[in-house]
């Protein structure tokens, strides 16, 4: 079972609908870690340049290309991106989540 950010996560980048809905609410401050926050803000940044949703390839592009490739948690940030394209999403209702 995937914990509750990554959940939220893993639902913005493979669920369109899902994605536009919540999008608006969030800050990267809701999320504790920092690789969740770090891994939400290279999502937001990518959907605003490029209005469509990433995949594990353009996020990890987008994090060699960022501030967040020299931090401290920079592997977790990493780690984070690879757990999110392991394979389908788990089915979780988007009304549960949202």
Same mark, same amino acid.
């Given at each position: 079972?995937?914990?509750?950010?990554?959940?939220?996560?893993?639902?913005?980048?493979?669920?369109?609908?899902?994605?536009?809905?919540?999008? $608006?609410?969030?800050? $990267?401050?809701?999320?504790?870690?920092?690789?969740?926050?770090?891994?939400?803000?290279?999502?937001?940044?990518?959907?605003?340049?490029?209005?469509?949703? $990433?995949?594990?390839?353009?996020?990890?592009?987008?994090?060699?290309?960022?501030?967040?490739?020299?931090?401290?948690?920079?592997?977790?940030?990493?780690?984070?991106?690879?757990?999110?394209?392991?394979?389908? $999403?788990?089915?979780?209702?988007?009304?549960?989540?949202?």
């Amino acid at each position: 079972m995937m914990e509750l950010q990554t959940l939220i996560l893993n639902s913005i980048v493979s669920d369109e609908t899902f994605c536009r809905k919540v999008l $608006p609410h969030l800050k $990267p401050e809701y999320f504790e870690e920092q690789s969740h926050r770090s891994t939400y803000e290279l999502i937001t940044d990518f959907i605003s340049r490029f209005n469509t949703l $990433p995949n594990a390839t353009a996020l990890e592009i987008e994090f060699f290309k960022s501030k967040h490739a020299n931090s401290s948690s920079s592997t977790e940030i990493l780690q984070t991106i690879s757990s999110l394209q392991n394979g389908a $999403p788990e089915k979780t209702d988007p009304e549960w989540l949202v």
